[in-house]
């Protein structure tokens, strides 16, 4: 079955420390896999894909993910988080077969200052 | 570059009344999908357009419908409204390049229009 799973439903960091968000992930195939970031209200921003090649990809605002095959994992990560990172983070699986993402339940961040 | 648009933002409805949404693509994309996010919970893939036609469809019942129009855009019609219903329902727009089996990784996500069933 393919499928998403993040651990993590509530993280709270303080201003400055590292984050690490966990998301693993069910698929039979090489998986394309997304993080994305929804704020109160809003809809969905992409902050990173990985598709192929290079494990560590880079994304917006100063995130960045490693796509880890043996472990099923996509793991999120910022090293300073600042206050306005508070929101709601979501992994995602593109299923091919049916062109479709399939998203984990979300992890969401609270920055304490 | 206009981004993926939806209205109306906000929308409060009786059960048993019928909704419509729309969504506007973002310039240059010609797949629309929808997805349905309740309440704490990830978004759900309703369906996707393509040329006009629903191409994708997941686990959602016949309530629900979609169309789509020569220019893309796109409207999520669901019938008969139930409290379960109420949820933000997201459009996302992409690029099927190479034609009607192509692969749309690239999904990018609407403001979403939130639904309340009273």
């Known amino acids: 079955a393919q499928s998403v799973t993040q651990p993590d439903i509530h993280i709270t960091v303080s201003e400055g420390a590292s984050l690490e968000l966990r998301c693993n992930y069910s698929y039979g195939a090489t998986p394309y896999l997304f993080w994305y970031v929804q704020s109160p209200g809003q809809g969905l921003q992409l902050l990173l894909k990985y598709f192929s090649g290079d494990t560590l990809v880079q994304g917006i605002k100063g995130f960045e993910a490693e796509f880890k095959r043996s472990q099923s994992s996509f793991n999120l990560r910022k090293p300073s988080v600042h206050w306005s990172d508070a929101a709601e983070y979501f992994c995602a699986l593109f299923s091919g077969g049916y062109n479709k993402l399939i998203f984990g339940a979300g992890t969401r961040l609270a920055v304490h200052p | 570059d206009a981004g993926v648009t939806q209205s109306p933002t906000h929308l409060i409805k009786t059960r048993g009344q019928q909704v419509t949404l729309r969504c506007s693509p973002k310039s240059g994309h010609d797949t629309v999908s929808w997805y349905q996010q309740a309440l704490g919970q990830g978004p759900q893939f309703i369906f996707q357009?393509?040329?006009?036609?629903?191409?994708q469809r997941g686990n959602f019942p016949d309530r629900f419908s979609g169309h789509q129009f020569p220019n893309y855009s796109s409207e999520l019609n669901v019938n008969a409204l139930l409290l379960g219903d109420s949820a933000l329902y997201l459009c996302?727009?992409?690029?099927?390049?190479?034609?009607?089996?192509?692969?749309?990784?690239?999904?990018?996500f609407g403001p979403g229009t939130r639904l309340t069933v009273t």
């Open positions: 357009y393509y040329e006009e036609e629903e191409r």
């Open positions: 996302a727009s992409s690029l099927a390049s190479g034609g009607p089996g192509a692969i749309s990784y690239e999904q990018y």
